[in-house]
């Protein structure tokens, strides 16, 4: 089945320090990709997305592009902020069922001043 | 997007009783979702609420644990019932809003505890 794996954290930077948080996914067909981030105490929020092979999701300094051929949408931000702290999630929806999102382990960032 | 709304937000529950989870969402939208986040681990989703019929469970849910209700295009509710401290989590209700392709949005989360 449908399956996403995302790098193990915590991931502990300093602040303005480049960001990278792998995701490898498995999926049949053409699955759309996402990125969501839970900060401390609060529910789930959309950071990104892309649809399409070499697409690129970008917000809030982060960006991530869907790469087919090695099945990845690496999370990335030029200069962490100690705002950025937040548990990060990967997630995939394939074409035939877009209503369910398989979600990775997620990934702990935690960025010190 | 859309502005999802739930009720309430964190709870304690005294075990082998039944809690109710609202989902109240800003628009109509079609498709509503339950999904469970247990303590320090991944989201995993629980059932499709359906307006108009029953709701559509994943494997390992089941309506008799996890009932919903889902009366109208903008409301939906999940009961957690004869809860043990295993349900001890945080519960999500999600929305695909029309127009947004496959875009899925959550709310802020129920965080229940149960001792």
């Known amino acids: 089945g449908d399956s996403v794996t995302q790098m193990e954290g915590p991931v502990t930077l300093s602040e303005e320090a480049f960001l990278t948080i792998n995701c490898t996914y498995t999926?049949?067909?053409?699955?759309?990709l996402f990125w969501y981030v839970q900060y401390p105490g609060e529910g789930l929020q959309l950071l990104l997305k892309?649809?399409?092979?070499?697409d690129k999701g970008s917000n809030k300094g982060f960006e991530a592009t869907y790469r087919k051929e090695t099945t990845s949408f690496h999370l990335e931000k030029g200069s962490v902020q100690v705002s950025d702290s937040a548990v990060y999630f990967c997630?995939?929806?394939?074409?035939?069922?877009?209503?369910?999102?398989?979600f990775g382990t997620g990934t702990r960032l935690q960025v010190f001043p | 997007s859309a502005v999802i709304s739930q009720k309430p937000s964190r709870d304690i529950c005294q075990r082998g009783t039944s809690l109710t989870i609202q989902c109240q969402v800003d628009?109509?939208?079609?498709?509503m979702f339950w999904y469970r986040q247990q303590p320090g681990q991944s989201l995993t989703l629980i059932a499709t609420a359906n307006q108009g019929s029953e709701a559509t469970y994943e494997s390992g849910f089941v309506i008799d644990k996890f009932p919903i209700s889902r009366p109208n295009l903008t409301f939906s509710t999940l009961t957690v019932s004869n809860m043990s401290p295993e349900d001890s989590s945080i519960y999500l209700c999600s929305v695909r809003p029309t127009g947004t392709g496959n875009t899925i949005y959550f709310g802020e989360g129920s965080w229940l505890t149960v001792v």
């Open positions: 892309a649809t399409k092979a070499d």
């Open positions: 997630a995939l929806s394939d074409s035939y069922n877009t209503d369910k999102l398989i």
């Open positions: 628009s109509q939208v079609t498709m």
């Open positions: 999926a049949t067909g053409y699955p759309s």
